[in-house]
């Protein structure tokens, strides 16, 4: 084989390896974003749970769970790239935090 054939082998081999690897890395940017919601998710959780157990209620042994139901409702509609920045920040809006209360009892069983 020439050099020339040889070169183009190995150019050929690299660019079906990168494109190979495309899905992958598409993956590695929604698992990215996915830890970004869920981080977020948590943060809204504990600020929840903060805030009910701080208050004088009958039902405390059922504050994670409707503040777990409360966080995933009050985030259902938030585009993920705006989860990056909060997630990297830690500083979650107000307007998210007020819309996890408002969830929350509806959340209460």
């Given at each position: 084989m020439s050099a020339l054939a040889?070169?183009?082998s190995a150019v050929l081999a690299a660019v079906l390896a990168s494109v190979a690897a495309l899905p992958a890395f598409a993956?590695?940017?929604s698992t990215e974003?996915?830890?970004a919601r869920d981080q977020v998710r948590r943060l809204v959780l504990d600020s929840c749970?903060?805030?009910e157990s701080a208050k004088d209620v009958v039902k405390k042994d059922k504050?994670?769970?409707a503040c777990q139901c409360?966080?995933?409702r009050a985030l259902k509609g938030i585009k993920t790239e705006e989860f990056t920045?909060?997630?990297e920040s830690k500083n979650v809006p107000d307007a998210w935090l007020t819309a996890a209360g408002?969830?929350?009892a509806a959340c209460l069983r």
């Open positions: 040889a070169a183009r993956a590695g940017a974003a996915e830890a749970v903060y805030t504050i994670v769970d409360a966080a995933t920045p909060i997630a408002e969830a929350y």
